[in-house]
């Protein structure tokens, strides 16, 4: 009688360390597989971050370039109305009309080349007639201490081949 | 999304324009220079604070054309690190 109770003993705890054994093992390969979807959503994770960061910092270096750049083209009306300032054209055009007259057209040309330029034409426009060989007017070229551009209206054909 | 890069427009190509500096001194002289050169004697005239003005107002121009060329490179660039990168900007 007590063997056959013995018997039944060993067998029910034989039956539990099948039944712990396989849910253990169930268990493991549960969490094996989802270890390794953990690691590739962290890879994934990771990923994600290091190309975030170098995008962000891309965009910081293009955007401070972009500053730089929008900085640099307030340059030249600063400029302009600094020499405007300092400058009295009027007295000047009293003064020596021609001297006056070349430098205005020395900038002037500049100003239509610089246009020309930062549009993408790279032609090397030759000066007018009246920029190279007119002794009227007195400097010619698009001289730093003076002002600005002129923007006369006249039309190319109206302009005299001096 | 990628969105091609396009053509820039057809580059500016200028003609110059002159100036003429006129007071009481050297007045006829430019009438007769100016009637040898054009034939006739019909201009425009600007006070030199107009043309100062008209100075300062090409100067905004370009500031303006100079910055919004500035903007286009910025997209641009930044088109073309998303492409090298194979990353997609939101």
Partial sequence: MLSKVLIGVLIAMLGMGYWYYTTTQKRISILTEN???????????????????????????????????LQKAEAYGDNLRKKLRELDLLADAIRDASNLEGRMNGAT?????????????????????????????????????????????????????? | MTVPVVARPKPLQLVDTRVYVVNKDNYEQFVKQFTDENGELAY?????????????????????????????????????????DGTEKP
């Fill in chain 1, 109 to 162: 040309a500049k100003l239509w080349r610089d246009f020309m330029e930062s549009s993408g034409n790279s032609t090397d426009v030759p000066l007018p007639n009246w920029l190279q060989s007119d002794s009227r007017k007195g400097n010619t070229s698009s001289n730093p201490d003076t002002k600005s551009d002129s923007t006369s209206s006249s039309e190319a054909q109206t302009s005299p081949a001096g």
């Fill in chain 1, 35 to 69: 270890n390794v979807k953990l690691e590739v959503a962290a890879k994934v994770s990771e990923d994600s971050i290091k190309a975030l960061t170098k995008q962000a910092e891309t965009n910081q270096k293009l955007t401070l370039q972009l500053q730089n750049d």
């Fill in chain 2, 44 to 84: 425009v005239a600007l006070a030199i604070k107009d043309y100062e003005n008209l100075a300062l107002n090409i100067a905004d121009i370009k500031r303006f054309i100079e910055q919004q060329n500035e903007i286009i490179v910025y997209y641009e660039s930044a088109m073309k690190k998303e492409d090298e």
